[in-house]
C-alpha cells in the first residue's frame, strides 16, 4: 500500500524557516518523480513544484510565488521527500501535501497518491 | 503561465442529478487535463486523467471529455458520497496550475 506520511509542520514567524519532510512506502521511491502542494485555508489547490527521479538528473520546477524561497529535495535511500523554506510569508500559511508523480504513455505526469498534509502557520 | 477557470464555482444538486462542471484553459493544452476530488479535511482523490481515462477504482459514474480549451467532468446520477469540491489542473506546462474549485453540496 502506497503510503505518504508529511511532518514537520507547525508555527513560524514571518522571515523564518521550516524543513517539511514526507516518507514515502510502499512503492519504489527512487524511481517516481514526487511534488508538493500547498492550500491555505478555506482556499483552493496550488502546486508548488516537482523534482523528477535520478534518472532525469533531480530537476526542479516550481511556482513563481515560491521560487527562490522554497527548495525541493530528495533522500532516495530513505524514501524521503523535503521542502525547505526560507524567507516565509504570512501567505505561505497553508496545508502542505507531498504526493506520488505517475507518468503515463502519453507524457503525461499527475498526482496519483496524497498525503495527508501538514500545516504551516506564517504569524507573529 | 497557463490560467483554469471553473464554472460553476457552486453548485447545489439533490442525489440522483446529473451534473457538468466545466473547466477552461486560457489556451490550449491538448488533453493534458486532470480532475481530482477533495472532500473536507482530506487529500485530493485522482478521478481521471488524459481528459477523459477513469482512474483505477472511481465508479462509472464518472467521466470526462473535451481538449484543447474546454473540458467537462460530469456525474451521470449524483451519490451521497459525491458531494465535494472538484479540482481540474493542467499538465500541458509548468506551473501545473489548478483550476479554483467547484464545491457541489447537497439540495
Known amino acids: 500500500e502506497v503510503q505518504l506520511v508529511e511532518s514537520g509542520g507547525g508555527l513560524v514567524q514571518p522571515g523564518g524557516s521550516l524543513r517539511l519532510s514526507c516518507a514515502a512506502s510502499?512503492?519504489?521511491?527512487?524511481?517516481?518523480?514526487m511534488g508538493w502542494v500547498r492550500q491555505a485555508p478555506g482556499k483552493g489547490l496550488e502546486w508548488v513544484g516537482r523534482?523528477?527521479?535520478?534518472?532525469?538528473?533531480?530537476?526542479?520546477d516550481y511556482a513563481m510565488s515560491v521560487r527562490g524561497r522554497f527548495t525541493i529535495s530528495r533522500d532516495d535511500s530513505k524514501s524521503s521527500l523535503f521542502l525547505q523554506t526560507n524567507s516565509l510569508k504570512t501567505e505561505d500559511t497553508a496545508v502542505y501535501y507531498c504526493?506520488?508523480?505517475?507518468?503515463?504513455?502519453?507524457?503525461?505526469?499527475?498526482?496519483?497518491?496524497w498525503g495527508q498534509g501538514t500545516l504551516v502557520t506564517v504569524s507573529s | 503561465d497557463i490560467q483554469l477557470t471553473q464554472s460553476p464555482s457552486f453548485l447545489s444538486a439533490s442525489v440522483g442529478d446529473r451534473v457538468t462542471i466545466t473547466c477552461r484553459a486560457s489556451q490550449g493544452i491538448r488533453s493534458y487535463l486532470v480532475w481530482y476530488q477533495q472532500k473536507p479535511g482530506k487529500a485530493p482523490k485522482l478521478l481521471i486523467y488524459?481528459?477523459?481515462t477513469l482512474q483505477s477504482g472511481v465508479p462509472s459514474r464518472f467521466s470526462g471529455s473535451g481538449s484543447g480549451t474546454e473540458f467537462t467532468l460530469t456525474i451521470s446520477s449524483l451519490q451521497p458520497e459525491d458531494f465535494a469540491t472538484y479540482y481540474c489542473?493542467?499538465?500541458?506546462?509548468?506551473?501545473?496550475?489548478f483550476g479554483p474549485g467547484t464545491k457541489v453540496d447537497i439540495k
Open positions: 504526493a506520488r508523480i505517475y507518468r503515463n504513455n502519453w507524457g503525461e505526469d499527475y498526482f496519483d497518491y
Open positions: 488524459a481528459a477523459s
Open positions: 523534482i523528477r527521479n535520478k534518472a532525469d538528473s533531480y530537476s526542479t
Open positions: 489542473q493542467q499538465l500541458n506546462s509548468y506551473p501545473r496550475t
Open positions: 510502499g512503492f519504489s521511491f527512487s524511481d517516481h518523480y
